[in-house]
C-alpha cells in the first residue's frame, strides 16, 4: 500500500496536554500541522491520569463526609459504595471533557490528525504505517508511562499502573501501593475512604523533599484515616499466589494484599521513536534539551514528560507549549538569546489529598528567611472546623518570596494566588496590599504577607510615632 505524503510546517507526535497545546497554537498562527496520537487523544492526563484521578478523589471525599458530620449535628453515616457507579461517574468526566481534545475539533482548526504510531525516519521525515511527513519542525511530545522499580518478581506478576487502576473491575479489598509519591498518596487516601484497606510502600520518606512539617501532617492525616504505610523500607520480593499478592521486606517481614499498585515514577515513552534515526538525543530520562527545548536535532524540539528533567505536570507541559510556539515562530533560538526560556524556579505542584499539598519554587531548605500563617488563625477555616495547615512563604535575604508550602484544603488554589504574585514579581508589601474577601481560605496570602511587618507597623517606633500625632488631634 502506497503511503500518504504531506509536506508540512510542524509535526506533533503525542496528542497529549504538551502535543494537543503546541497544535493547537501552530494551527491558530495559520501553520500546516500534522498531529500523531497512536492511542487516546488527551494522553495521560484525560485518560490515565489528572481527570481519573481527580474525579475519583471526589467520590472518596463524599464517602468521607458521610461519616462525619457529627461536628457540625448531622447524623454520620456508613455510605453504601456502588464501585461499578463510582467508576461511571470517573468515565463520564473523562467522556464530558473529551470533546475539547477530540480528532473532530483538532480537525476543525485545520490540523490532520493521523490516529497511527509516529516514528522517525530520518531527520527531517516521521512515518506510520500509511502516512510520511516531511516537516520543517518537528515536536516529540511522546509522553511517558509507569516505570516497574527493579523489584525481583515484579515483571512476573499483573500489577496494577495508572492506566489499569481505574478499570478494575471490583473494590480492591486491600491495596497495597508501591511508591508514596503523589499517585500512591491520592490513590491511597480515595481506595481507602471508598473502603479498602490501603498499605502504602516506599524506598525512602514519604514526600522526602517537602516542608517536613506539612509532609509530617499529611502523612499523620492520612494515617489517621486509615492509610498504612511501610516505610522507609527496603523491598526484597514480590510474588503472588491465586489471589493474594505478597510483598517481602529485607527485614523479614511481609505483607499480602488482593491488588498491587505501582506507582513508583515514570519512565518516557522514547521507545520505538527511532530518535536515532533522527538525530535526536536521549538516555534513561527522556529527550535531551536545552532551554529553549532544542534537541540535539535543531529542527527537533520535545516538549512535557519526554523532555528529561522538564516535565512531570500537566501545567509543566502547556508552559512548555505556550514557550515553543514563541521559539518556534517568533524568537528562533538560533536567532540570539531571546528565545522563550522552558524552564522556570516557579513552577507550582499539587498534591491532591485532603488536605492538600501545594508548593511553588524553592523550598525551605534555600529560603533566608520563613514566613507563615495557620489555618488556625483563619475565620473561615475554623467556621468550617478545617484548620489544618497553613501557609509558608519563603524569601531570600532581600525579602523577595522565592516559593512556598501550603497545606490544607484548597492548598492548590491558595499556590494558584501565590503563584500569580511569583508571576507579577510582586513584593511582600503588594501582596500584603491585596484586599481579601472575609472569609476565605486564600487570606492566609495576604496575612502571611503581612506578617512581615508586624514588628514595624506595631513596633515601639510606631507606637512612639503614633503617640506623638496623637496629641495634635
Ligand atoms: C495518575 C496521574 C495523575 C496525575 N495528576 C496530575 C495532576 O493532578 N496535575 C498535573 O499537573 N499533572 C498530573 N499528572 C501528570 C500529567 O498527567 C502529565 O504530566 C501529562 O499528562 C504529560 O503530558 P504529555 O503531553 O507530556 O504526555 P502524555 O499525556 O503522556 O501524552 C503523550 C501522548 O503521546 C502518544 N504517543 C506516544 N508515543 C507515540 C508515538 N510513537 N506515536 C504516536 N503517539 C504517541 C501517547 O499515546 C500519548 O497520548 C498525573 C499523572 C498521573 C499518571
Ligand atoms: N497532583 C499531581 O500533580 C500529580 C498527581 C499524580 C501524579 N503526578 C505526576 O505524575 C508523576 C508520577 O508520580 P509518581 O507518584 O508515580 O512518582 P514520583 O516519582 O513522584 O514518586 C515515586 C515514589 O516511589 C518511590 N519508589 C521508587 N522506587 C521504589 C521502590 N523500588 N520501592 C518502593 N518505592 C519506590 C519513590 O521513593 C517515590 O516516593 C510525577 O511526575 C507527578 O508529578 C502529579
Known amino acids: 500500500m502506497s503511503k500518504t505524503v504531506h ?25 500546516s500541522v500534522v498531529l500523531f496520537e497512536r492511542e487516546d487523544m488527551g494522553g495521560d492526563c484525560l485518560n490515565t491520569g489528572c ?16 461519616r462525619h458530620g457529627s461536628e457540625y449535628g448531622i447524623a454520620p453515616v456508613e455510605p453504601d459504595i456502588d464501585f461499578k457507579a463510582v467508576k461511571a461517574h470517573v468515565q463520564g468526566v473523562i467522556d464530558q471533557i473529551a470533546p475539547v481534545d477530540s480528532v473532530e475539533r483538532y480537525e476543525g482548526f485545520g490540523v490532520t490528525v493521523i490516529t497511527e504510531d509516529a516514528r522517525f525516519e530520518d531527520e527531517k ?6 502516512h510520511i511527513v516531511r516537516a520543517k519542525r518537528i515536536v516529540v511530545a511522546a509522553g511517558s508511562r509507569a516505570s516497574a522499580p527493579p523489584i525481583p518478581g515484579l515483571a512476573d506478576v499483573p500489577y496494577l499502573t495508572n492506566e489499569s487502576i481505574f478499570q478494575v473491575s471490583t473494590l480492591p479489598k486491600h491495596l497495597l501501593i508501591i511508591g508514596s509519591g503523589p499517585i500512591g498518596l491520592e490513590m491511597g487516601q480515595s481506595f481507602r475512604r471508598l473502603g479498602s484497606k490501603v498499605t502504602i510502600v516506599d524506598i525512602a520518606e514519604p514526600l522526602g523533599r517537602s516542608d517536613p512539617e506539612h ?5 499523620e492525616a492520612l494515617k489517621s484515616e486509615g492509610v498504612e504505610f511501610r516505610a522507609p523500607v527496603k523491598t526484597k520480593k514480590v510474588s503472588k499466589t491465586a489471589r493474594t499478592f505478597k510483598i517481602e521486606f529485607e527485614d523479614g517481614e511481609a505483607i499480602t494484599g488482593s491488588h498491587l499498585l505501582v506507582a513508583a515514577g515514570r519512565a518516557p515513552n522514547v521507545d520505538g521513536l527511532d530518535l536515532e534515526k533522527g538525530g535526536v538525543k536521549y538516555d534513561r530520562s527522556g529527550i535531551q534539551t536545552d ?3 532544542r534537541t540535539s536535532n535543531p529542527r527537533v524540539y520535545a516538549a512535557g514528560d ?7 505536570l500537566t501545567h509543566a507541559a502547556g508552559f512548555h507549549a505556550g514557550a515553543l510556539i514563541k521559539n518556534l515562530y517568533f524568537m528562533p533560538p538560533g536567532l540570539g538569546g531571546m528565545f522563550a526560556k522552558a524552564t522556570t524556579n516557579r513552577m507550582p505542584a499539587v498534591i491532591y489529598t485532603q488536605p492538600e499539598l501545594g508548593n511553588i519554587g524553592a523550598g525551605h531548605n534555600d529560603a533566608a528567611k520563613t514566613l507563615h500563617f495557620d489555618f488556625e488563625e483563619n475565620d473561615r477555616s475554623i467556621a468550617e472546623r478545617d484548620t489544618v495547615g497553613g501557609l509558608k512563604l519563603y524569601l531570600d535575604a532581600k525579602g523577595k518570596v522565592i516559593g512556598a508550602s501550603c497545606l490544607g484544603s484548597q492548598a492548590g488554589e491558595i499556590i494558584n494566588t501565590v503563584s500569580l504574585a ?15 474577601p472575609y472569609p476565605t481560605r486564600t487570606e492566609v496570602v495576604k496575612r502571611t504577607a503581612s506578617s512581615n511587618f508586624t514588628e514595624a507597623i506595631f513596633g515601639p517606633k510606631a507606637r512612639a510615632l503614633a503617640g506623638f500625632w496623637a496629641k495634635f488631634q
Open 215 to 219: 509532609a509530617k501532617t499529611l502523612i
Open 422 to 436: 511569583m508571576a507579577g514579581k510582586l513584593k511582600l508589601s503588594q501582596i500584603s496590599g491585596m484586599i481579601s
Open 291 to 293: 532551554e529553549a527545548l
Open 51 to 66: 481527570v481519573p484521578s481527580k474525579a475519583l478523589i471526589k467520590a472518596a471525599k463524599v464517602a468521607h463526609d458521610r
Open 7 to 31: 509536506e508540512v510546517d510542524l509535526c506533533v507526535i503525542g496528542a497529549g496536554s504538551a502535543g494537543l497545546s503546541v497544535a493547537y497554537g501552530a494551527s491558530h498562527l495559520g501553520r
Open 125 to 130: 521525515t516521521i512515518v506510520s504505517d500509511s
Open 306 to 312: 519526554i523532555a528529561a528533567g522538564k516535565g512531570g
